[in-house]
């Protein structure tokens, strides 16, 4: 079984950084891509970014991009966000997920198998 879990959160003001982390157990395939999503208040859940294990190939969304960096120590199985110059519009809870023996980085929270309970990132302006 896969457990996840999320620490790091905080609360912050507008061009912060925070670091989010997310130790993972259970994981025993090398072709598995990790996740970033966040969901805010009233919104549907959103893709961040994720990262393969085995290539690190990365992804991200468009606003957060030149801002957050996704990162995985493979040995120690932990998943990091580097967050910088945090906005007000990133306030959500962040969640961390994994996806399973596949090749291709998805977007879509559907596709994700295992998920952690969340953390929650306010930013105030």
């Known amino acids: 079984q896969v457990y996840l879990v999320e620490s790091g959160g905080g609360m912050v003001q507008a061009g912060s950084s925070l670091k989010l982390a997310c130790t993972a157990s259970g994981l025993t395939f090398r072709d598995d891509v990790m996740a970033w999503f966040r969901q805010a208040p009233g919104k549907e859940r959103e893709f961040v970014s994720a990262i393969r294990k085995n290539t690190f190939e990365e992804d991200y969304t468009t606003s957060v991009k030149g801002r957050f960096a996704i990162s995985m120590d493979n040995a120690k199985n932990i998943l990091y966000l580097q967050m910088n110059d945090l906005q007000p519009e990133d306030t959500a809870v962040y969640y961390c997920?994994?996806?399973?023996?596949?090749?291709?980085?998805?977007?879509?929270?559907?596709?994700?198998?295992?998920w952690g309970p969340g953390t929650q990132v306010t930013v105030s302006s």
């Open positions: 997920a994994v996806r399973q023996t596949t090749q291709v980085i998805f977007r879509d929270s559907d596709r994700y198998d295992y």
